[in-house]
């Protein structure tokens, strides 16, 4: 019989990338999610009843476990860039990894794999960032052969940032962004399912790995690149930190005394994380170190953000259109 492997999030962004990978590799899959009614779309990743959502409340010990049982490995891909309700960086992101390490290890698992982020700091400012680590020493006081993914920014069909950032350029000439010269590493959401699936294969494989792809780029780089994917020459506008961070505190007001009905577009958070650079660390193991080369970046745009175009689906056929014209 295959083995079976426990996915926290496998519902999410970079969560059903995993499991797709996962099924290709054969193995039994539990997506772990809160809401398992809108994530039947996963047991199409595999052949009947390989892979199956079920309803998981990470916060609480005795869902994690009756998840968990007979499971011979377990990934965690749960994460928020912005806090709701119950579901905070604290809960979430420092003490869910912990809860889960700890009942993976009272049920006899000793394969784990944790998606992180580059960033991840103990010290930092930012409650991700300093979340992120306590969730890594958490997992560790467990786990410590565990493996900890940490991505750059990660992009994709379903992304939340070349995405938003391609909408928001429909609305009008400008296309303002905080921290215009911040430097990221864009990872492939299927190159981080990959470093996944060596983890739970290669049982020499433990550790941190800083997972960045092969294309280091500003912010306002990274803009004018998707800009130019989807034809359009909207001027990419830097917005000073001092006006963000203010900028922030009134989104953040406005979404509290509206309770939640008007979510804040920008957090003080976030604007504390765009202040540093997101990139691979000098040394650090990565891609190269699992066998893995990462995906470029203008490899996969055009395959999603054609919709985005002026003209969309027919932008090529529109230019061929002209050239034939002009000729």
């Not at 509290?256 to 660390?281: C, E, M, R």
């Amino acid at each position: 019989m295959s083995k079976l492997v426990t996915i926290f999030g496998g519902s999410g962004f970079v969560g059903r990338y995993i499991a797709r990978r996962l099924a290709q590799d054969g193995w039994r899959i539990r997506v772990a999610c809160r809401t398992p009614n809108e994530a039947m779309f996963v047991r199409t990743y595999g052949v009947v009843g390989q892979v199956e959502p079920v309803f998981c409340n990470i916060r609480d010990d005795d869902s994690v476990r009756t998840v968990t049982r007979g499971a011979d490995a377990v990934v965690n891909c749960v994460g928020v860039l912005a806090e709701k309700g119950k579901n905070t960086f604290k809960a979430l992101q420092a003490e869910a990894p912990g809860r889960i390490a700890r009942i993976a290890a009272e049920e006899g698992i000793n394969r784990m794999v944790q998606i992180s982020a580059i960033g991840a700091d103990a010290d930092a400012d930012s409650d991700y960032a300093r979340t992120k680590a306590l969730g890594e020493q958490a997992l560790l006081e467990h786990q410590p052969d565990a493996v900890i993914l940490r991505p750059s920014i990660v992009f994709g069909p379903e992304d939340e940032f070349f995405n938003r950032f391609a909408g928001m350029s429909r609305m009008g000439p400008v296309l303002p962004v905080v921290g215009a010269d911040t430097l990221f590493q864009p990872v492939y959401v299927d190159d981080v399912a990959s470093a996944v699936s060596v983890a739970l294969r290669d049982p020499s494989v433990a550790g941190v790995f800083e997972l960045g792809g092969p294309d280091v780029a500003s912010f306002r780089e990274l803009m004018r690149q998707m800009l130019n994917t989807i034809n359009r020459n909207n001027m990419v506008m830097n917005i000073p930190f001092f006006v963000a961070r203010t900028m922030a505190a009134a989104f953040g007001l406005l979404s509290k005394v509206t309770f939640g009905l008007a979510p804040a577009p920008l957090t003080t958070d976030q604007v504390k994380n765009l202040a540093i650079d997101n990139v691979v660390s000098d040394g650090a193991r990565g891609f190269a170190d699992l066998g893995l080369t990462p995906t470029s970046l203008e490899s996969v745009l055009p395959d999603y953000l054609w919709r985005f175009r002026p003209s969309g689906q027919y932008a090529a056929i529109k230019n061929s259109a002209k050239n034939l014209r002009q000729s």
